[in-house]
């Protein structure tokens, strides 16, 4: 079992910044991706950006040049700054863990969630 720990959501104004932080702690496996999803009321969750052990990133087109991904992997911790933050960005984000068996995404460990909601 991995457990997840996200901190660092609340409440900003429009054009604020925020920064969350996700920490894993258990059976951690390596390599491995860890990433940020969101779920806005009334909608499905969504890719936010994601970094694997080597480093390589992935964004939704949405916040590509706002949000940045980086990774301690001694610490086996996520961050996810936000910049440049709307009122569209408002979502519960959840942290994720994951690996690939034989290029099949398995071992899917998801964090409690936090809330970013922000303000027009």
């Known amino acids: 079992q991995v457990q997840l720990v996200e901190s660092g959501g609340g409440l900003v104004q429009a054009g604020g910044s925020l920064r969350l932080s996700c920490a894993a702690s258990?059976?951690?496996?390596?390599?491995?991706?860890m990433g940020w999803y969101r779920q806005a009321p009334g909608k499905q969750r969504e890719l936010v950006a994601t970094?694997?052990?080597?480093?390589?990133?992935n964004y939704a087109d949405s916040v590509k040049g706002r949000f940045a991904i980086s990774k301690d992997n001694a610490k086996n911790t996520v961050y996810l700054q936000m910049n440049s933050l709307k009122p569209e960005d408002t979502a519960v984000y959840y942290c994720?863990?994951?690996?690939?068996?034989?290029?099949?995404?398995?071992?899917?460990?998801w964090g409690q969630g936090t809330q970013v909601t922000v303000s027009s």
């Open positions: 258990g059976n951690i496996f390596s390599p491995n991706t």
């Open positions: 970094i694997t052990t080597g480093g390589v990133t």
């Open positions: 994720n863990i994951y690996r690939r068996l034989l290029g099949v995404r398995a071992n899917d460990y």
